[in-house]
Structures are given as C-alpha cells and as structure tokens.
C-alpha cells in the first residue's frame, strides 16, 4: 500500500494504477462500515485508493471539528489489510492554501434535513468530494448510505457536473443492537452507547407501520418521535419521512421513502435513515 | 473532424483521442480569436477538441442570449481549416435538464467589475466550464486574454479545485484599427463599428502615462475616462486600475496591473484590457 502526502506524489501514484481505480473518501478513524466500501471497491476495481481528511469546511463554527476522533495508525492497518493499494492524507493547507475561494453548491437537494441542521455543511463535502474526484480521477467513488442525504447531494453534483465517476452507495452496517456505525458513536459513554440504539428502534417502529399499511407521513414521523421521546438521555433534532428523490417531506406516501432523523445522544449527534419502497 | 452531439458520444470518440489533448471552450460565431486558441492548441497538442454552446447560465436576465449571434456552418468550416479533431455541440437542454442544481462559484475574484455588473454571470461561467472539463478531460484548455477577469477566475477555479488541466491565457486579437476580436462586434452598425476603438485609444492613452511614470491609478482610470467621454457614441459602465492578482481597485501602482473597463457603443457592451507590468 503507498502512502502519499503532496497532491503532485498522488498524481504520479495515481498515473502508475491501472483502470478503473475505485475511491472510498474517508475522514479516518475507520470502522466496519469505511471497510466494507474498501472491499466493494476491491471486488469491482483493478485498484483502490482512499483518503483520510478530515474536511474543516464541512464542519459548522460550533461543531466538532477539533475534537474528531482520529487513529492514523490503526486507519492505515484496516486500509492495508482490506487490501487498498494507495491512500491520500492531504492537510488542510493544501487542500485550501491561502486566497483559495472556490466552491461547489447543490441546491436544492442540499437544503432540508441535514442541510437545514448544519448551514455550509453540504457546500463543504460537495467541495471536497469534486476536489477528490479531480485529484484521483476514480472510475467509482464509495459513499454509505448512513449518510443517505450527502449521498444524494454527491450522486446530483456528480451528475450535474457531469465528473466521470460512477457514484456506488453502500449499505449502512450496524453493531449487534442495531446502531449504525459512525466515527462519532467513540464520544459515546456507557450509558449513552446503550441509549443509542434508540435511532434504529425508531426507525423499525415506523417500517413496521409502513408494512401494516400506514402511508401517512405525519403517522410515520410520529411513531419514531414516540419511540424517541421515551428514552430520557434522547434530545430529538428532527425526524423526516421524505420523497426519497426530493427530500421534500411528505404528507401522503406515494412511491419511495426516505425515513430519517437526527438524535443528541448526551452531547453527540447521531443520525441515521431507512429508505423504504412498497 | 469529428462532430459529436450528446455526451455519450462525446465521452466516446474523446476516449480514441491520443492525450495530450487540447481544448478550446466556445459560444461560437468565431473569429481570428477563436482560431488563434486552436491554432495554439493544434501547436502543443497530439489532440484538438472544441465546443460550441451558448451556455444560458452566464447571461443575466435582460442580456443579450437570445440574440446572441449564431452560425454553427461557418464555425464548423473554421474549427475544420485550422486543425480542430473534435467538437462538441451540447444543446441547453442536455447540459441543464430538469432537475439540474448545481453550481461551481469563485467568490472573491469573481466579484468586482464583470462580477459587479453581471450577477450571476461568473457563476455560469465557472459551471459550464467545470462540465466541459468534466466532459472532455483535457489536458490543456485555452482561454482569450480578451475576457481578463473570466480567464483569473478560470484559472483560479481550476487550481481551487485541483482539476488536472493546465489553463493556457491567450493574448487579444484585434482588428486593425485596434478594435478587440469579439462576436458582439456584429452588433455594431457603420457609425458604430467606427467609434468602438475608443476603447483601444484610452487604453493606450494610460498605458502611455503609464510608461511615462504615473503610478497613481486614479489619474490613469481618468484618463481612459477622459478619453472615453469625447467619444460621442460611448456610454462609460465602468473604467478600473486594479491589482493583477486580486482584481481589486488600486490607489497606488506597486506591481502588476489590469486596466479593463466596460463601455456601451450604442447598444453593444464592450469590454476590453490591457496587462501592464514595468
């Protein structure tokens, strides 16, 4: 596995692979769920490349940035052993050096939910995410669904601006008792670890009820608030059952859904989604 | 020479093109301008390629894009003679389908004069150029000196977001009378035509003070204002002395400068610049 730091040695490791090259854009402290898009590229690409960034204009003035959880070591273990052959670790002067000013804006799709949470947090990974695709040139980039909204807003960019990179989205993976993988679950105390899992009892309550039948939006919204509100250490920020195309909250449920929330678990954000179709 | 029209097509017949390949982006109605960008590209390039597309983003809504001059056979017999091997001929609807919601933004360059007078404009210029790279993957694209600000913008996109193209500035071409190359040129009527090298004349008549040791930008924006205001037929939008690199206003001339100005010749907007550096 070679390790690259400059934007020029990347370009040079870069021109050495041979096509198609599958990229998983990572923020490090990896888990299960960045491991399973490593693999996915290995099983469809000839090479497989990943970065490590933790991108300082995704995150808001009051978010935790500082405090990302990092392993750089144990990162570059799990890449190896999932069997990348090139990993990019950029800082954050090189990606934004000094008078740089360029950004890359989804509109629509980028507004509600997450969007509405975190003002810039979207124009930050969309930025980002066309500056990986710039500087790796992949045939395949790698994004979970966990994140199912920078998802859409990477698939729509990605289109938009016609890059030539297929967009593949990977199913979220969870721990035992359902919670869904994130570098941030690591903020997480006892107590709360064993509240997390609340996310995805709310969002099971409201499929359940979307199986039986219900295609009332606002029911759905109310049954994961329900679920949610009953665990004391649960602070809801919003729950969504959206168009999954649109992201636009529904009333009546015709056609592919996108249920999703976000959830203070004591001090740290979790999100999490389901997407649901007939 | 190959004439594609969708970007599957495109993608295609640029993937048979040996690399290096050059590229040179264009509205169409070309003139010597144009073709000095193919002609220096056909120079240092195993490849040719260039687009035509009145792209709708950069014009305001009381601009001039439905009027804007057309003739697709005659840039095609031009882009032919001087050596072009691809061109791309995108319609609106194809680069901006329903749906469509993104977009690439220069903040800081982008601002003053073409930016200040042009909302929006720089936005749409910076979008379709990133597709266009996105689309074509050059190595090279080739810009006209003409369009000051579009070409610093462009390039500073470029690098922003690491697109692995090399811009190439090329210098104005202008008529004889000193008139710079432009397809609004076709606006102007006799009387018209015959009062637009104003816009040479007061560049000259500042660069001249120039030469002769004035520093002091605001004695060379009002000579290039002076200059401008005899001519009967002229209407002054803007004049600027402004710092090369960052494009804003001057007091004191301490480096490279970007003369530029805005002027109405009857109807028809011109703009034109001159570079001056010791």
């Not at 679920?227 to 250490?233: M, Q, S």
Request: hydrophobic share 40%.
């Amino acid at each position: 596995m070679q390790i690259v730091t400059s934007l020029e040695e990347l370009r040079a490791a870069r021109r050495l692979r041979p096509a198609p090259l599958g990229l998983v854009p990572t923020m490090g402290y990896l888990h299960s769920g960045h491991i399973s898009l490593v693999q996915r590229a290995r099983a469809e690409s000839e090479s497989v490349a990943a970065s490590i960034f933790v991108n300082p204009t995704q995150f808001g003035p009051t978010e935790d940035l500082a405090k990302y959880p990092r392993n750089l070591e144990g990162d570059l273990n799990l890449l190896e052993a999932a069997g990348t052959d090139l990993v990019w670790l950029p800082t954050p002067a090189q990606m934004y050096p000094t008078g740089y000013q360029t950004w890359v804006e989804v509109d629509g799709l980028a507004s509600p939910l997450e969007g509405a949470m975190r003002p810039g947090h979207f124009r930050g990974v969309t930025t980002v995410v066309a500056k990986l695709f710039n500087a790796f040139q992949p045939q395949r980039a790698y994004f979970g669904q966990k994140d199912a909204q920078q998802a859409a807003v990477i698939c729509r960019m990605a289109r938009d601006l016609d890059f030539p990179v297929e967009i593949v989205i990977c199913p979220t993976l969870r721990e035992a008792d359902g919670l869904a993988m994130s570098s941030r679950n690591s903020y997480l105390n006892t107590d709360e670890r064993q509240a997390a899992p609340v996310l995805f009892r709310s969002l099971n309550a409201a499929r359940a009820a979307y199986y039986a039948g219900e295609r009332n939006a606002e029911k759905l919204r109310q049954i994961m608030t329900d679920t949610l509100i009953a665990e004391p250490l649960a602070r809801l920020q919003y729950v969504s059952c959206a168009d999954y195309d649109s992201l636009q909250e529904l009333q009546e449920i015709n056609g592919k859904i996108l249920l999703s929330m976000a959830v203070y678990i004591g001090k740290t954000r979790l999100i999490d989604n389901f997407v649901l179709e007939n």
